[in-house]
């Protein structure tokens, strides 16, 4: 049998862009959304799952605007598209043919150069800063293949975009760790450092990986920093996620809410993509969630912040340490200094 290859394509560029499949215990949806329309760096999320071979791959793409602020190319109509532009889109323009291609996990990295290195950068007196880089971009994918009751996962990525995992029983939970000497969840939150590894085209990069086993059913998402990066505290993305299911009737409304949702916190352009794994429809997936969403929505998701600076960073970090355990345990452990 020849293979079938279901893929999420997005429509034209704007505030909220959603998609969605609905399957065979397959459930997808993914969302973009543009803080300056026509202008956003992150590219269209994607979405790609094998039927005859019973395996996907999900991803996220953010290209860096300040450090690759550079014009890249010029389209048909006029407009001038940065290399951040330009380096996520060809970041998932790789990811996708090395999928399609079956090609060995370490074989992703020299995927991603040739793609890169074919666009030819600008004259070295135009690179006016040490932070420029050509090209750059974050990434996080998931590529999965379910067996005997599982899902097998090779978790790859560069940056601070991230993938999770999202259950009943534990809720969200990391399954990267963003690329910043800074570990915390929460202090990344607030202080939003630097990242010490990204994908461009005129340094080295690394991606790196984990390979993990989750039991069917089961959900998985990668979200880039437009999602994650701007709510209180990581539990309240969460809050988002689960809300928007239990108020949904099916998997668009679920992306067309979480879009809603996004934009009235977000400061920055937000994509997800997102593929729930062994459930028979939406009607189940949102039972399934319902207890859960109950409790994160009774701990996390009143409006009982404080006003006051202190008390606010004391809440703060009392709710982060309550929810951080459940969060951090699949999580690769941090990089040890050399």
Request: charge should be negative; charged fraction near 25%.
């Amino acid at each position: 049998m020849t293979a079938v290859l279901i893929e999420g394509l997005l429509g034209a560029p704007g505030e909220g862009t959603v998609w969605r499949y609905d399957g065979d215990d397959l459930l997808a949806l993914g969302v973009w959304t543009e803080r300056s329309r026509g202008g956003g760096e992150d590219a269209e999320p994607l979405f790609a799952h094998r039927v005859s071979t019973a395996e996907g791959i999900l991803g996220v793409f953010d290209g860096l605007g300040g450090s690759g602020s550079t014009a890249a190319c010029e389209l048909s109509d006029g407009t001038t598209r940065s290399g951040a532009w330009v380096g996520a889109r060809l970041a998932r323009l790789g990811v996708a043919s090395w999928f399609r291609g079956g090609h060995a996990p370490e074989s992703l990295r020299t995927r991603l150069v040739e793609v890169l290195r074919a666009v030819p950068p600008p004259r070295p007196s135009k690179i006016v800063s040490s932070m420029r880089r050509w090209l750059p971009t974050t990434m996080a994918t998931v590529r999965y293949r379910l067996t005997g009751g599982q899902a097998e996962c090779r978790v790859l990525w560069a940056g601070d975009s991230r993938a999770y995992a999202l259950s009943p029983g534990w809720g969200l939970q990391a399954l990267t760790r963003d690329h910043t000497d800074e570990t915390d969840g929460l202090e990344q939150l607030i202080c939003d450092p630097p990242m010490t590894n990204v994908i461009c085209a005129d340094q080295e990069f690394t991606i790196d990986t984990q390979v993990l086993l989750l039991p069917l059913p089961s959900v998985l998402l990668c979200a880039t920093d437009g999602f994650h990066g701007y709510v209180a505290t990581p539990a309240h993305f969460e809050c988002h996620l689960l809300r928007a299911m239990q108020e949904s009737c099916d998997t668009r409304e679920w992306a067309e809410r979480l879009v809603r949702h996004v934009l009235g916190y977000t400061g920055d352009d937000a994509s997800l993509s997102l593929v729930a794994l062994g459930y028979p429809g939406f009607d189940r997936l949102r039972a399934d969630f319902a207890q859960r969403a109950e409790q994160v929505e009774a701990r996390y998701g009143g409006c009982d912040r404080p006003a006051e600076e202190e008390a606010a960073r004391r809440w703060r970090t009392r709710t982060w340490n309550e929810y951080r355990p459940d969060y951090e345990r699949l999580m690769p452990p941090p990089v040890e200094p050399l």
